[in-house]
């Protein structure tokens, strides 16, 4: 039903910067909550940022001061923008968005997407 499609991982030098994207695609009527989460080798799959429909947004501790998400509802689509990139934060990123297929539906569900590598070295 729906899609999500990440782009924008890959490598960097610790202090650099990456954007991360994510759009959706598919039966979309509209977009609730949209975040980024970070999976640790050997742990949980952890939230790094939150934005709202509202544009309301959220920080994990990791993220404060050094991420921005924000969000293009034109494009069905999110982003994450890190700078002062730092050694901790290589992991694979995922992206998340609370989709409402039709009008009807009172509840979204969270679609995600596959996951972007990002790798900080060197």
């Known amino acids: 039903q729906v899609q999500l499609v990440e782009s924008g991982g890959g490598l960097v030098q610790p202090g650099g910067f990456l954007r991360l994207s994510c759009a959706a695609s598919?039966?979309?009527?509209?977009?609730?909550?949209m975040g980024w989460y970070r999976q640790v080798p050997g742990e949980q799959r952890e939230s790094v940022a939150k934005v709202t429909s509202s544009n309301v947004t959220d920080y994990s501790d990791f993220a404060k001061g050094r991420f921005t998400i924000f969000r293009d509802n034109a494009k069905n689509s999110v982003y994450l923008q890190k700078d002062s990139l730092k050694t901790e934060d290589e992991d694979v990123y995922y992206c998340t968005e609370g989709v409402r297929n039709y009008s009807y539906h009172h509840d979204s569900y969270k679609f995600w997407g596959q996951g972007t590598q990002v790798t900080v070295s060197s």
């Open positions: 598919g039966i979309i009527f509209t977009i609730d909550e």
